[in-house]
T-cell receptor, first 115, second 115 residues
């Protein structure tokens, strides 16, 4: 079975500060990993994804994430927060085995950006 | 590009009423999904359709039925609505499922309240 844990349901940062959103996963096979962003009253939009190859993945809006197999982590970072980054962020994993059609989501981290 | 279109956007039902949520995608994707989103719970898969003509249960299928009408359309039906089904429902599609590196594309959601 696969699972995703996002540490911190709510993170607050000051505008211009580093954004770090944590995601740990469990998977019995090499995973595919995704970060999605959800703005109020909207659906989820793909920020970035890790499939194979380079472990540092760059996404839209200046976000990036690093796949660390030894730590089973896929943390999302952005060097300098902007007010427009305020949203909810979801980490998700796709892996094989039973229920392999499922994309399993974490419970989300709501990011607030303080002016 | 419309992407994934969900109708209606909002709906209020009384307990025991039935309704169908509609979803259509114009990306020629093979796989389609229905999720529900509840505060603090992330997204939970209700049903999915790996390809036209097939449907399977996800994590929380009780009280719901689905129909994959054709490759474009995937509907979710509540036969006898219950207050516990108050939620935001998201439809998504992907090029293919099954341990896939293909991201899912989401609609903007249907906000459903059951009194």
């Amino acid at each position: 079975a696969q699972s995703v844990t996002q540490l911190g349901s709510h993170v607050s940062v000051s505008e211009g500060a580093l954004v770090l959103l944590r995601c740990n996963y469990s998977s019995s096979v090499p995973p595919y990993l995704f970060w999605y962003v959800q703005y109020p009253n909207q659906g989820l939009q793909l920020l970035l994804k890790y499939t194979t190859g380079a472990t540092l993945v760059k996404g839209i809006n200046g976000f990036e994430a690093e796949f660390k197999k030894s730590e089973t982590s896929f943390h999302l970072t952005k060097p300098s927060a902007h007010m427009s980054d305020a949203a909810e962020y979801f980490c998700a994993v796709s892996s094989g085995g039973a229920g392999s059609y499922q994309l399993t989501f974490g419970k989300g981290t709501k990011l607030s950006v303080i002016p | 590009n419309a992407g994934v279109t969900q109708t209606p956007k909002f709906q209020v039902l009384k307990t025991g009423q039935s309704m169908t949520l509609q979803c259509a995608q114009d990306m020629n994707h093979n796989s389609m999904y229905w999720y529900r989103q509840d505060p603090g719970m992330g997204l939970r898969l209700i049903y999915y359709s790996a390809s036209e003509g097939t449907t399977d249960k996800g994590e929380v299928p009780n009280g719901y039925n689905v129909s994959r009408l054709n490759k474009r359309e995937f509907s979710l039906r509540l036969e006898s609505a219950a207050p516990s089904q108050t939620s935001v429902y998201f439809c998504a599609s992907s090029e293919r499922g099954a341990y896939s590196n293909q991201p899912q594309h989401f609609g903007d959601g249907t906000r459903l309240s059951i009194l």
